[in-house]
């Protein structure tokens, strides 16, 4: 479980771009899934919980080339999905496995969605009830209250519904199986939701009206259309939200966030914060794939305290974590009513951000609708250990707050930042020059140096590798990435794990690379994203028995040197300190107890969605040990310069501090 230290920096200065829109991510892979045609999304958002909803279409038939900046979508029309051969698994993603449910609802075929506990402890029955309605036929937990959802696909009839909440995923929902239903598809809601399913139904040709906050789709009969030959993604807002609240509460901040989408059913983030004094410019207004968008000047702004209600909720919904940041430090109170729908998000978010906050020093009430915020008016925050409760824009809110804190705030469990933001951190580091989280100037260490961290499976390697180069503003190789690639690729071809002179033909005509940018990194074979299809047990077995290959080993030494040419570098894996970085400015050897590593490795594969028990993986990482210590070929072995650390009774955040300290960096 990673964790992330936040200390407090100094100002926020730059130019930045985000990743694209989640939510328009999702609905323009599924519209371009569905179209007749290629379609090509860039600037897409790369989150785990939009590459599960771009695995799913793969798995139910729709070919898609993948690349760090453009997915190609050969959309197949509106009957062309063909049934998957295993469970749909959309990991933390409400809206993937809500919007897919609808789609899902009126196809020829038997489907079931799931996702991870979080996800399957959300209420389902907000569009399951409305569908059977529709007359589809869906099994689920609870009389279809909870995932995972068992849909049977039938021919669908319209029907006039007013959904009880307004919820873009309801809408969205419905009008996704209207498309399918005979008869048109009418859905109101009390106040009107986010549009970006209407805004695509648009920009895609696909026939749909407004009255009021009611939406009608027409019939099947009424449906067919073409691909759009490029669509590009605006950058999200609600990433954006951290940077913006970062840069009003930091003093002395002046940030410009580029290309970010300003639609009107999601800007309340915008509104608020100016009501609530913040210095922000929209400029450069402009419409990309029918969504408006706009570059934002944020100047640092002494805040004060608004009041909220039900009505600004649907346009703040993502939002709620970081405004409650902004009205912790602002002068006032903040008082948020008619908030309920957050205590059904990733976590219950008013009762999760209010216990956070407390921590932090901020007097707060929890309310059953919402929270009385009182503002520490500009003082301090405390450092504190904090957790997320698996929620990522719960984390992400922390690590502002930290910002402004008097000590460090510590964030457990942040693996989940990735389902929306990969890189969060990354990014936030690159905007913080010393003493903040940012690059730190030191003598002995290069400033496109290279550091190697080698050690056994289980040891910490990539989880400190990855914070450790986030933390100096370095790229991060995970080597052992490349090698589950090349397993990717050798059981993908049908070809023995053992067989080193088949293996050795396949790599003559193999493209691997490593793509990273300042928010993401990502293992292409042959020009396809494997990063999320590597981390399997199946991999893992196969991985351990071609990296004792001559042929393998070989093969990728070249790369990863070219990889790390430019130095600035954490190269973390196998053989890095002794036979790949020879002559690398630092190197570490981790290792822990066999029974330590188990643990932290079973707990890998579980959150991948791989169950495994215990007792088996002991076993195979004993195996793995022996293997990898009595091979011929580049024998598991601290380089005779490189610093050995225990890992088995250090959090990750030690092993870092540790690290850092070896470095004189801490």
């Given at each position: 479980m990673a964790s992330l230290t936040i200390k407090p920096g100094r100002p926020l200065e730059g130019t930045l771009s985000i990743p694209g829109d989640k939510s328009v991510t999702h609905r323009a892979i599924i519209l371009s899934a569905l179209a007749e045609g290629e379609s090509t999304l860039t600037g897409y958002c790369r989150g785990e919980d939009c590459l599960n909803t771009m695995r799913a279409f793969r798995a139910m038939g729709i070919a898609i080339e993948e690349t760090p900046r453009q997915l190609r979508i050969a959309g197949k029309g509106l009957w062309g999905l063909t049934e998957p051969e295993r469970p749909i698994d959309c990991g933390n993603s409400g809206t993937g496995l809500r919007l897919l449910a609808g789609l899902l609802a009126g196809q020829e075929f038997f489907t079931v969605l799931t996702g991870d506990e979080s996800l399957r402890r959300r209420p389902m029955g907000r569009i399951v009830n409305p569908l059977r309605e529709m007359g589809a036929w869906i099994a689920g937990r609870k009389g279809g209250e909870l995932a995972p959802l068992a849909i049977t696909g039938r021919r669908l009839r319209g029907i006039s519904y007013a959904s009880p909440v307004a919820s873009a995923q309801v809408k969205s929902s419905l009008l996704l199986a209207g498309l399918y239903a005979d008869g048109e598809t009418r859905i109101s809601e009390p106040q009107r939701s986010r549009d970006h399913t209407e805004r695509l139904f648009r920009h895609f040709g696909i026939p749909i009206r407004e009255e009021g906050t009611a939406v009608l789709v027409p019939g099947r009969s009424a449906m067919g259309w073409a691909a759009v030959p490029e669509l590009s993604v605006p950058g999200d807002l609600s990433a954006a939200a951290f940077f913006i609240v970062a840069a009003s509460i930091v003093p002395g901040s002046e940030l410009t966030i580029q290309g970010v989408g300003v639609n009107p059913t999601r800007a309340g983030i915008l509104e608020i914060l100016t009501e609530m004094g913040a210095d922000?410019?929209?400029?450069?207004?402009?419409e990309v794939a029918g969504e408006p968008v706009a570059d934002l000047q944020v100047r640092a702004a002494?805040?004060?305290?608004?009041?909220?209600?039900?009505?600004?909720?649907?346009?703040?919904?993502?939002?709620?974590?970081?405004?409650?940041?902004?009205?912790?430090?602002?002068?006032?109170?903040?008082?948020?009513?008619?908030?309920?729908?957050?205590?059904?998000?990733?976590?219950?978010?008013?009762?999760?951000?209010?216990?956070?906050?407390?921590?932090?020093?901020?007097?707060?009430?929890e309310t059953p609708d919402g929270l009385i915020i009182r503002g520490r008016a500009g003082a301090p925050l405390k450092g504190a250990l904090c957790t997320s409760y698996g929620d990522h824009r719960v984390a992400m809110s922390l690590a502002v707050a930290g910002l402004v804190a008097d000590g460090p705030i510590q964030i457990e469990d942040t693996d989940c930042i990735d389902t929306s933001f990969p890189g969060f951190a990354s990014l936030l580091a690159q905007l913080l020059p010393e003493p903040g989280m940012g690059p730190r100037a030191n003598p002995g260490l290069a400033p496109q140096g290279v550091i190697a961290i080698d050690g056994p499976a289980g040891a910490g390697k990539s989880t400190v590798a990855k914070l450790l180069a986030s933390r100096l503003g370095y790229r991060y190789l995970d080597s052992g990435a490349l090698y589950r690639a090349v397993a990717w690729k050798v059981l993908t071809a049908g070809v023995a794990p053992n067989d080193e002179p088949a293996i050795g033909r396949l790599l003559a005509g193999t493209r691997l690379s490593l793509e990273v940018s300042p928010t993401d990194a990502?293992?292409?074979?042959?020009?396809?994203?494997?990063?999320?299809?590597?981390?399997?047990?199946?991999?893992?077995?196969?991985?351990?028995?071609?990296?004792?290959?001559?042929?393998?080993?070989?093969?990728?030494?070249?790369?990863?040197?070219?990889?790390?040419?430019?130095?600035?570098?954490?190269?973390?894996?196998?053989?890095?300190?002794?036979?790949?970085?020879?002559?690398?400015?630092?190197?570490?050897?981790?290792?822990?107890?066999?029974?330590?590593?188990?643990?932290?490795?079973?707990?890998?594969?579980?959150?991948?969605?791989?169950t495994v028990t215990f007792e088996d993986t002991l076993r195979e990482l004993s195996q793995r040990d022996s293997q990898d210590r009595s091979r011929n070929l580049a024998p598991l072995v601290p380089a005779t310069d490189a610093r050995v650390v225990d890992t088995s009774g250090l959090s990750v955040d030690q092993v870092l501090e540790r690290l850092l300290a070896e470095m004189q960096l801490a």
């Amino acid at each position: 479980m990673a964790s992330l230290t936040i200390k407090p920096g100094r100002p926020l200065e730059g130019t930045l771009s985000i990743p694209g829109d989640k939510s328009v991510t999702h609905r323009a892979i599924i519209l371009s899934a569905l179209a007749e045609g290629e379609s090509t999304l860039t600037g897409y958002c790369r989150g785990e919980d939009c590459l599960n909803t771009m695995r799913a279409f793969r798995a139910m038939g729709i070919a898609i080339e993948e690349t760090p900046r453009q997915l190609r979508i050969a959309g197949k029309g509106l009957w062309g999905l063909t049934e998957p051969e295993r469970p749909i698994d959309c990991g933390n993603s409400g809206t993937g496995l809500r919007l897919l449910a609808g789609l899902l609802a009126g196809q020829e075929f038997f489907t079931v969605l799931t996702g991870d506990e979080s996800l399957r402890r959300r209420p389902m029955g907000r569009i399951v009830n409305p569908l059977r309605e529709m007359g589809a036929w869906i099994a689920g937990r609870k009389g279809g209250e909870l995932a995972p959802l068992a849909i049977t696909g039938r021919r669908l009839r319209g029907i006039s519904y007013a959904s009880p909440v307004a919820s873009a995923q309801v809408k969205s929902s419905l009008l996704l199986a209207g498309l399918y239903a005979d008869g048109e598809t009418r859905i109101s809601e009390p106040q009107r939701s986010r549009d970006h399913t209407e805004r695509l139904f648009r920009h895609f040709g696909i026939p749909i009206r407004e009255e009021g906050t009611a939406v009608l789709v027409p019939g099947r009969s009424a449906m067919g259309w073409a691909a759009v030959p490029e669509l590009s993604v605006p950058g999200d807002l609600s990433a954006a939200a951290f940077f913006i609240v970062a840069a009003s509460i930091v003093p002395g901040s002046e940030l410009t966030i580029q290309g970010v989408g300003v639609n009107p059913t999601r800007a309340g983030i915008l509104e608020i914060l100016t009501e609530m004094g913040a210095d922000i410019a929209v400029i450069n207004r402009r419409e990309v794939a029918g969504e408006p968008v706009a570059d934002l000047q944020v100047r640092a702004a002494r805040l004060h305290g608004v009041r909220l209600g039900a009505e600004r909720i649907p346009q703040t919904i993502d939002e709620f974590p970081i405004l409650c940041v902004a009205g912790a430090v602002a002068e006032g109170e903040t008082v948020i009513t008619g908030a309920t729908e957050l205590r059904v998000k990733e976590s219950d978010r008013i009762a999760s951000i209010a216990a956070e906050l407390k921590k932090l020093g901020v007097p707060v009430t929890e309310t059953p609708d919402g929270l009385i915020i009182r503002g520490r008016a500009g003082a301090p925050l405390k450092g504190a250990l904090c957790t997320s409760y698996g929620d990522h824009r719960v984390a992400m809110s922390l690590a502002v707050a930290g910002l402004v804190a008097d000590g460090p705030i510590q964030i457990e469990d942040t693996d989940c930042i990735d389902t929306s933001f990969p890189g969060f951190a990354s990014l936030l580091a690159q905007l913080l020059p010393e003493p903040g989280m940012g690059p730190r100037a030191n003598p002995g260490l290069a400033p496109q140096g290279v550091i190697a961290i080698d050690g056994p499976a289980g040891a910490g390697k990539s989880t400190v590798a990855k914070l450790l180069a986030s933390r100096l503003g370095y790229r991060y190789l995970d080597s052992g990435a490349l090698y589950r690639a090349v397993a990717w690729k050798v059981l993908t071809a049908g070809v023995a794990p053992n067989d080193e002179p088949a293996i050795g033909r396949l790599l003559a005509g193999t493209r691997l690379s490593l793509e990273v940018s300042p928010t993401d990194a990502r293992i292409l074979v042959d020009g396809r994203d494997v990063s999320h299809d590597i981390r399997s047990p199946e991999i893992s077995r196969a991985a351990s028995t071609v990296s004792a290959l001559s042929a393998v080993r070989e093969w990728l030494i070249p790369i990863q040197r070219q990889m790390a040419q430019a130095g600035g570098v954490v190269a973390e894996g196998r053989d890095m300190g002794t036979r790949i970085f020879p002559h690398a400015d630092w190197k570490f050897f981790l290792q822990a107890d066999l029974e330590v590593r188990a643990k932290r490795r079973q707990a890998e594969f579980a959150k991948a969605g791989h169950t495994v028990t215990f007792e088996d993986t002991l076993r195979e990482l004993s195996q793995r040990d022996s293997q990898d210590r009595s091979r011929n070929l580049a024998p598991l072995v601290p380089a005779t310069d490189a610093r050995v650390v225990d890992t088995s009774g250090l959090s990750v955040d030690q092993v870092l501090e540790r690290l850092l300290a070896e470095m004189q960096l801490a």
